[in-house]
Every structure is written in C-alpha cells, then in structure tokens.
C-alpha cells in the first residue's frame, strides 16, 4: 500500500539555519510525493510535488526537496529558515485511487 | 482565482443532531475529495468525486455519513446523526485530474459535544 512516514513530531531550528523535515515513503510502482503546510487556522498549503523528472524539487517560499529513490526518502528543505516558517508540514503520496495519503505532521518551530 | 472554500469554518452540535458541511471547488475542477483529521492524527480520505458521480468512497466511516455533489459543482457532506468521534477538521480539495495537485479548502472545525 502507498504511504508516508514523517519520523519526527517536531523539528526546532534557529532562524537563518538550515530546515531538513523528513519523510519516508513506500509505494508499489512510480511514487507520486508531495508536501503541504499548514499555517494556525489556515488550511493545507501547496508546496511542491515530485511526479518524474529531476530529483531535486523546487517549490514555493524558497522550500525544496530531494527525492532519493535508494533511500525511499523526501525530506523537505531550506537553506535559512524564517519565524514565519513555523507551522504544520505534511508529507503526502498519491494512492491508487487518486486519494492522498498523509503522514502524521511534523511541527517545524523557527525560534528568532 | 478563487481556491477552494468550505463553510462553515466552524460548527459546534450536540451527539444525534445533524451538521451538513459545503465545499466549492476551484471552478473547472472536475475532481473533488473530502478527507479528515481527527485530534493530532493523520489526515485520512473520506471520497472522490468526479463531477457528479462519486469514484471512490471507501474511506466513508459509516453509513451516518452522506456526500453529495449535484450537478458536479460544489459538494456537501452530511453527518446525521453526528457522534463524539465525528468531531474533527474536515477538509475538502479539488484538482483538474490525476496526477495533478489537489488543492485544499481551509476546512471545517467539527465539534461534537
């Protein structure tokens, strides 16, 4: 079955450091991933997907991710983080049936 | 572009009455689905509609749960009657087809005292 695994609850940073959430994923065939954030009393944001192509995945708000095919990995990145990245991410793959299938959430803190 | 709206943002009720949720989608958007998160857990699919028909509703669960999307527009989804563990964020997203993005609503807040 298609899913995602997001092994940390919560990931604290410094503002102007390096981000990495991570992600796992198992599927059967080609991995449709995604990630979305949540902002407090906002609804699910969009920030990027791999669907083929090159591995490295640039999305909105200057966020990227890699996927890594031998590691079963998409981890999300940023090269300095900001006190306004702190929210939600969740890490998604698209199911057989076109559903989406969440991870559990990994809160991201960005103290200043 | 409009995206996705839900109402109400917010509904508290009581166990055994009825709560209908709405989702617009973003115009043209053929595809539409309907998913929750109960408290601190994962966001699970509830159903997938295209246009007015529904593709897949296995994550349904149970027959106090009702969704429907007249006319392929917006879609409603109907708790009657609502139970404690019916309480959670509903979310709504639409998308123009597989594989693209879904793009989700600001969901409704479910509160079942």
């Known amino acids: 079955a298609q899913s995602v695994a997001q092994p940390e609850d919560q990931v604290n940073v410094a503002e102007g450091n390096p981000l990495t959430v991570k992600c796992t994923y198992s599927v059967s065939g080609n991995p449709y991933l995604f990630w979305y954030v949540q902002y407090p009393n906002r609804g699910l944001q969009f920030l990027l997907k791999y669907i083929t192509g090159d591995n490295l995945v640039k999305g909105s708000y200057g966020f990227e991710a890699e996927f890594n095919k031998s590691q079963t990995s998409f981890h999300l990145k940023k090269p300095s983080a900001l006190v306004s990245d702190s929210a939600l991410y969740f890490c998604a793959v698209r199911g057989y049936n076109n559903d989406m299938r969440f991870g559990a959430g990994t809160r991201l803190t960005v103290k200043p | 572009e409009a995206g996705v709206t839900q109402f109400p943002s917010h509904s508290v009720i009581e166990k055994g009455q009825t709560v209908t949720l709405r989702c617009d989608p973003i115009s043209g958007h053929d595809n539409l689905y309907w998913y929750r998160r109960v408290m601190g857990k994962e966001i699970k699919f509830l159903l997938h509609?295209?246009?007015?028909?529904?593709?897949?509703e296995s994550g349904m669960p149970n027959n106090r749960f009702l969704a429907e999307r007249t006319g392929g527009t917006y879609s409603t989804l109907k708790v009657q009657p609502a139970e404690l563990e019916d309480s959670g964020v509903y979310f709504c997203?639409?998308?123009?087809?597989?594989?693209?993005?879904?793009?989700f609503g600001p969901g409704t807040r479910l509160t079942v005292l």
């Open positions: 509609f295209v246009k007015e028909s529904k593709q897949d």
């Open positions: 997203a639409s998308s123009t087809g597989f594989p693209d993005t879904q793009y």
